[in-house]
């Protein structure tokens, strides 16, 4: 089993910014895809974000696409997911994942590691 730590979370009002981390200790993941997964109250656990292992392919959702930017840092193997102009609906616990593709998928199934993830509330 795969052991990835997600930080950064918090409480932050609507418009303003928290830069979510990611990194699985003991383990590189310098090559791998990477993703970041979001799950709100009653609802399924949906797809935000994925770059590959060079950050030269990069996918998000259509609903945060020019608010949130997804990055790595191999060198420190740690992911992040800078997340701007928030609103009440990005409230969701915020889950990275590491694929079991070189593709750069949305596809939650391809994804079977998870982290505990971190709690993101944006108050309106």
């Known amino acids: 089993q795969v052991q990835l730590v997600e930080s950064g979370g918090g409480l932050v009002q609507a418009g303003g910014s928290l830069r979510l981390s990611c990194a699985p200790p003991g383990r590189t993941f310098s090559t791998s895809v990477m993703a970041w997964f979001r799950q709100a109250p009653g609802k399924e656990r949906e797809f935000v974000a994925a770059?590959?292992?060079?950050?030269?392919?990069?996918r998000y959702a259509d609903s945060v696409k020019g608010r949130f930017t997804i990055s790595r840092d191999n060198a420190k193997n740690t992911v992040y997911l800078q997340t701007d102009s928030l609103t009440p609906t990005d409230t969701a616990v915020y889950y990275c994942?590491?694929?079991?593709?070189?593709?750069?998928?949305?596809?939650?199934?391809?994804?079977?590691?998870w982290g505990q993830g971190t709690q993101v509330t944006v108050s309106s």
């Open positions: 770059i590959n292992w060079s950050g030269s392919i990069i």
């Open positions: 994942a590491v694929s079991l593709s070189p593709a750069v998928t949305e596809v939650r199934a391809m994804y079977p590691n």
